[in-house]
């Protein structure tokens, strides 16, 4: 069965310091993975996704995530946070097929200082 | 092009009551994905219509039903509501031949007192 893991609930990172956002992943065949964000009371807005390739992946708003097999891990990263990035990210796995449907993990609260 | 929209945005409703929440797709899309978030956790899969038809479906029980129309818009019902029910309800558009294309609508809000 396929699964995810984001093993913090909340992060807090002072305005512009570096953000990683951890997530492990389960899955038995070639995981597909995205990070989303959602703004409270919001819909979740992708922020980048991995299906293949270069296991470096470039997202919107500054956002970057690394694909490591070996580590079953595919982790968020901003070099510079800002305020607006408060929100809550979820990790998801499914597959990259208008049918398919995402496991998401339990989600991380980000919190930014100033 | 449209995305998709979800109403009502909130709703509160009494134990045992049923209630049903609308979804209309992005323009194009002819996949309809139901999920349910509770508070402090992230979506969970309940179930996915495609041609009017039931594709997939979450561990969730058969309270939890649904319905797609010709236009792709869909419904979701649950029945003999729980006070676990309460969560934001999310609706996903896709098209299933094409790849990847999720759209999510902002949710909606059910509160079961």
């Known amino acids: 069965a396929q699964s995810v893991t984001q093993p913090d609930i909340h992060i807090t990172v002072s305005e512009g310091a570096s953000l990683e956002l951890r997530c492990n992943y389960s899955y038995g065949a070639t995981p597909y993975l995205f990070w989303y964000v959602q703004s409270p009371g919001q819909g979740l807005q992708l922020l980048l996704k991995?299906?293949?390739?270069?296991?470096l992946v470039q997202g919107i708003k500054g956002f970057e995530a690394e694909f490591k097999r070996s580590q079953s891990s595919f982790n968020l990263r901003k070099p510079s946070v800002h305020w607006s990035d408060a929100a809550e990210y979820f990790c998801a796995v499914g597959g990259n097929s208008g049918y398919s449907t995402l496991t998401f993990g339990k989600g991380t609260m980000l919190l930014v200082s100033p | 092009e449209t995305g998709v929209t979800q109403s009502p945005t909130h709703l509160i409703k009494t134990r045992g009551q049923q209630v049903t929440l609308r979804c209309s797709s992005q323009?194009?899309?002819?996949?309809v994905s139901w999920y349910q978030q509770a508070l402090g956790q992230g979506p969970q899969f309940i179930f996915q219509y495609y041609r009017e038809e039931e594709n997939g479906r979450g561990n969730f029980p058969p309270r939890f039903s649904g319905l797609q129309f010709p236009n792709y818009s869909s419904e979701l019902n649950v029945n003999a509501l729980e006070l676990d029910d309460s969560a934001l309800y999310l609706c996903?558009?896709?098209?299933?031949?094409?790849?990847?294309?999720?759209?999510f609508g902002s949710g909606t809000r059910l509160t079961v007192v």
């Open positions: 991995y299906f293949s390739g270069d296991t």
């Open positions: 323009s194009g899309h002819n996949t």
């Open positions: 996903a558009s896709s098209f299933a031949q094409g790849g990847y294309g999720y759209t």
